[in-house]
C-alpha cells in the first residue's frame, strides 16, 4: 500500500523558517517526480516545487523561488521543504505528491503551516 506522510507543519512568524518532511513507501511502480502542492483556506491546491527523480532536477513556482528548497534525502524516499522567509500568504495546508509514469498520482494527508503573528 502506497503511503505518503507528511509532517513539520506548524505555527510560525513571519520572516521565520519551516522544514517539511514526506516519507513516501509502499511503491511497486516507478515514479516519474515528487512534489510538494499547498492549499490555502478557500483557494485552489496549488504547486510548488517538484523533483523529477530521473535526474533530480529541482522546479520551483515564482512566489517561493529563492525562499523555498526541496530536496531528497540520499538513497531514501525522503523528501523535504525548507521553507526560509515565511509570510501569511504561505499559510497553506501542505501536501506531498508522488506521480508514475502510468499516470498515477498518490497524494499524503497533509501538514498545516501558518505563518503569522
Known amino acids: 500500500q502506497v503511503q505518503l506522510v507528511e509532517s513539520g507543519g506548524g505555527l510560525v512568524q513571519p520572516g521565520g523558517s519551516l522544514r517539511l518532511s514526506c516519507v513516501i513507501s509502499?511503491?511497486?511502480?516507478?515514479?516519474?517526480?515528487v512534489s510538494w502542492c499547498r492549499q490555502a483556506p478557500g483557494k485552489e491546491r496549488e504547486l510548488v516545487a517538484t523533483?523529477?527523480?530521473?535526474?533530480?532536477?529541482?522546479t520551483y513556482k515564482d512566489p517561493v523561488k529563492g525562499r523555498f528548497t526541496m530536496s531528497r534525502e540520499n538513497g531514501k524516499d525522503w523528501f523535504y521543504l525548507q521553507m526560509n522567509s515565511l509570510q501569511p500568504e504561505d499559510t497553506a495546508v501542505y501536501y506531498c505528491?508522488?506521480?508514475?509514469?502510468?499516470?498515477?498520482?498518490?497524494w499524503g494527508q497533509g501538514t498545516e503551516v501558518t505563518v503569522s503573528s
Open positions: 523533483i523529477t527523480l530521473a535526474d533530480g532536477r529541482t
Open positions: 509502499g511503491f511497486t511502480s516507478s515514479r516519474k517526480a
Open positions: 505528491k508522488a506521480a508514475t509514469w502510468a499516470g498515477y498520482v498518490y
